[in-house]
């Protein structure tokens, strides 16, 4: 069964970092990787969708690498802003999930 | 604008009544999740269907039932509800590797319910 594990769990950082959030899964045999973001109460919206075929997506100020021989992808995220305090998520087909990065940006 | 649509954002019933969660999507996607979400637990799925009138059962389907009659309708249904039950629901939906979109799967997420029983 596929497992997928986020680390770090929480994580705290000044604004204007620059960080790293980290994905890794088990079963290397996948076809995509999905990051999501969610704020407290609300559903998850969307961010970067990276296929197999592809080793990374950027939207904006954001970047994800997907590593499927190591079992890894990585989040990252340019110029944190408090903005950016949110859960993040990602997932592996069929949408099985990590428990996520609960990541705090302090002005 | 993609859209999952949620009937409902904050739900409060009874212990024993049979509860409906709606699901609606305007993407034409196959396939159609629920999920329920507890602090500490993260997101565990309770129901997958991939076309018009089938299901797979997730982690956590005891207690609940699903409906598609439609491709764009997903319903959850708790038979009877109980305190334990109480938690946020999220709906989520994707086009099938199989369709046009090949490996781009991208799946969407409703708002969430968030269901209180009392």
């Known amino acids: 069964k596929q497992e997928v594990t986020q680390i770090p769990a929480a994580l705290s950082v000044p604004e204007g970092e620059n960080l790293v959030l980290n994905c890794s899964f088990t079963?290397?045999?996948?076809?995509?990787l999905q990051w999501f973001r969610q704020d407290p109460g609300k559903g998850l919206t969307s961010l970067l969708l990276i296929q197999s075929s592809q080793r990374e997506q950027t939207s904006g100020r954001l970047n994800a690498s997907l590593d499927k021989s190591s079992g890894r992808s990585t989040l990252y995220i340019a110029a944190s802003q408090p903005g950016d305090s949110a859960t993040y998520l990602c997932?592996?087909?069929?949408?099985?999930f990590g428990e996520g990065t609960q990541l705090t940006v302090n002005p | 604008d993609v859209k999952v649509t949620q009937s409902s954002r904050y739900l409060v019933k009874r212990t024993g009544e049979k509860v409906f969660l709606e699901c609606v999507q305007d993407m034409d996607h196959e396939n159609m999740f629920w999920y329920r979400q507890d602090p500490g637990l993260g997101l565990r799925l309770i129901y997958f269907s991939y076309d018009v009138k089938m299901k797979e059962k997730g982690d956590i389907p005891e207690g609940y039932s699903v409906s598609r009659e439609k491709k764009e309708r997903f319903s959850l249904i708790l038979e009877s509800a109980s305190t334990n039950q109480t938690s946020m629901y999220l709906c989520a939906s994707s086009p099938s590797r199989l369709s046009p979109a090949g490996d781009n799967t991208e799946a969407f997420f409703g708002q969430g319910t968030r269901l209180t029983v009392v």
């Open positions: 997932a592996v087909p069929r949408l099985t």
């Open positions: 079963d290397s045999a996948i076809y995509n």
